[in-house]
T-cell receptor, first 115, second 111 residues
Framework: DTGVSQNPRHKITKRGQNVTFRCDPI?????LYWYRQTLGQGPEFLTY????????KSRLLSDRFSAERPKGSFSTLEIQRTEQGDSAMYLC?????????????FGSGTRLTVV | GENVEQHPSTLSVQEGDSAVIKCTYS??????FPWYKQELGKRPQLIID?????GEKKDQRIAVTLNKTAKHFSLHITETQPEDSAVYFC??????????FGAGTTVTVRA
């Protein structure tokens, strides 16, 4: 387990289709985060989990977005009825509960293009 | 919520010179300030961070300074090398889980 793994790396979808991304965090990390990054901008917080509990959701996360972490290990982010504005890099990160000495470890992201 | 502004948006330096990136934040309760480096097509990686009880932190050629009164913090890279070319993001957090990022600075080191 050498880092945070995200799949797929790239996804091209037609407007209106549903997509699902997967994130596998570092195994001993019990916190998992989803961020969205658009071109020329810094990552924006979407949501985070502590174990299987989703503790906060950004208002950026509309009703079309849902994230799960059913067993406190991997997480999925689903976007329903995709729109062109959803095109972005979706980054997952993980950290230990006591992150003070470690910060986040990011995955390489899933780049979504909605055509 | 927290608002982090980062300047400049682009920075070109001669190899061997120093680079300085500045960020300001709005939430006086923010107490954790990391810096991330993102190379083209790669994930952001933590390069240095500082907490509000410390005014300065250094790690080899990289240093970060924090002025809590003025609510700004800066990244200093000395003796720049071509491999320092990347996008650098500052961030701030008032809790232990959510980061608010700046818009990034694209640093180009000219050989």
């Amino acid at each position: 387990d050498t880092g945070v793994s995200q799949n797929p790396r790239h996804k091209i979808t037609k407007r209106g289709q549903n997509v699902t991304f997967r994130c596998d965090p570092i195994s001993e990390h019990n916190r998992l985060y989803w961020y969205r990054q658009t071109l020329g901008q810094g990552p924006e917080f979407l949501t985070y989990f502590q174990n299987e509990a989703q503790l906060e959701k950004s208002r950026l996360l509309s009703d079309r977005f849902s994230a799960e972490r059913p067993k406190g290990s991997f997480s999925t982010l689903e976007i329903q009825r995709t729109e062109q504005g959803d095109s972005a890099m979706y980054l997952c990160a993980s950290s230990p509960f006591q992150w003070s000495n470690y910060g986040y470890t990011f995955g390489s992201g899933t780049r979504l293009t909605v055509v | 919520g927290e608002n982090v502004e980062q300047h400049p948006s682009t920075l070109s330096v001669q190899e061997g010179d120093s680079a300085v990136i500045k960020c300001t934040y709005s939430d006086s309760a923010s107490n954790y300030f990391p810096w991330y480096k993102q190379e083209l097509g790669k994930r952001p990686q933590l390069i240095i961070d500082i907490r509000s009880n410390v005014g300065e932190k250094k790690d080899q050629r990289i240093a970060v300074t924090l002025n809590k009164t003025a609510k700004h913090f800066s990244l200093h890279i000395t003796e720049t090398q071509p491999e320092d070319s990347a996008v650098y993001f500052c961030a701030a957090s008032r809790n232990d889980y959510k980061l608010s990022f700046g818009a990034g600075t694209t640093v180009t080191v000219r050989a």
